[in-house]
């Protein structure tokens, strides 16, 4: 039977995925009526204010003043990854024409975070995960082929934005692992947010671009930074509270299912078959590396 608490670690990761899915549909509507500069500053300013008042709230704010240099230093560090993995992000979410094909090819995160786990957190990997990732890596590549036989078209576009998005979304989820009871969730979103508003900021004042955009882009924007940059982050922090990593992943690997859904109902066009075959193989590879992960697929030993 599944423990009160377990039911809320459940729950928090489900509010999380959902929360995360809706981030693909209304980015993607944004980006196709602004400039990266204004989404950027928009987005980016939002999610920093909902952060700020959660912080102020909470009465977490105090914290920031007890950090040492050590854990500044890194939140710095951590904050230059994630702005990046940022970048990517929405880049990719630009040049792909359905989010729900961004968010198929997304499913290489665990991938990498389970190879640098591996790597530098000195994590065991088992044959089950291996199987799981190899399926994950091969329908990433049925997604991503274009039909063209010639190297440079090979994929299609956006492809590899994602892979450098899932790359160093895995190596800050890697380090934040490592470090976690540095800092409190809330100090290490509103850190990321705030850094990456400031650079957001500087590189609009570049653009030349107009701060005034259409009020629906406003709109999309504004739900995107509150179920993103805001709910959805802070939801999978406070799932990890109740469950382990490895049992929440097995509900946010159900992610793409949402983002076709949601997908579906805002723009009204689903993937090419072979994407959706993709996809599934993706989402195949995924549940099983996180089953195997909690502990809940393994290989009878005779």
């Given amino acids: 039977m599944i423990k009160s608490d377990q039911w809320k670690g459940y729950t928090w990761a489900l509010i999380g995925t959902i929360s995360f899915s809706s981030l693909y549909?209304?980015?993607k509507a944004g980006l196709n009526q602004v400039d990266l500069a204004q989404f950027g500053l928009y987005y980016f300013g939002m999610g920093f204010l909902f952060n700020l008042l959660l912080v102020v709230f909470s009465g977490k704010i105090n914290e920031i003043k007890q950090l040492s240099g050590k854990v500044v230093s890194l939140l710095l560090?951590?904050?230059?990854?994630?702005?990046?993995?940022n970048v990517t992000f929405f880049l990719a979410i630009r040049a792909i024409s359905d989010p729900s094909?961004?968010?198929?090819?997304?499913?290489?995160?665990?991938?990498?975070?389970?190879?640098?786990?591996?790597?530098?957190?000195k994590e065991r990997f088992s044959l089950i995960e291996a199987l799981g990732g190899m399926l994950a890596i091969t329908g990433a590549f049925v997604i991503s082929y274009s039909g063209e036989l010639e190297w440079s078209k090979f994929f299609i576009p956006g492809t590899g934005f994602v892979v450098i998005n899932t790359l160093l979304a895995a190596t800050f989820s890697a380090i934040v692992k490592k470090n976690v009871r540095k800092a409190s969730p809330e100090i290490f979103n509103l850190n990321s947010n705030a850094w990456i508003f400031l650079c957001f900021l500087g590189y609009f004042i570049w653009s030349g671009q107009p701060l005034e955009i259409p009020v629906k882009a406003f709109q999309n924007i504004a739900l995107?930074?509150?179920?993103?940059s805001f709910l959805g982050l802070l939801s999978f922090f406070y799932s990890y509270k109740y469950i382990p990593a490895s049992r929440s992943s097995i509900i946010q690997s159900l992610k793409g299912i949402f983002v076709l859904i949601i997908a579906y109902f805002f723009f009204g066009n689903l993937p090419m078959v072979i994407q959706l075959w993709g996809g599934g193989i993706t989402m195949a590879g995924?549940?099983?590396m996180t089953f195997a992960q909690a502990?809940?697929?393994r290989v009878k030993k005779r």
């Fill in 77 to 85: 560090i951590l904050a230059a990854i994630d702005l990046l993995s």
């Fill in 286 to 288: 995924v549940l099983v």
């Fill in 101 to 121: 094909v961004t968010s198929f090819l997304g499913n290489l995160f665990p991938v990498f975070l389970t190879s640098l786990g591996i790597i530098f957190l």
């Fill in 224 to 228: 995107g930074a509150f179920f993103g």
């Fill in 25 to 27: 549909v209304f980015s």
């Fill in 295 to 297: 502990g809940l697929l």
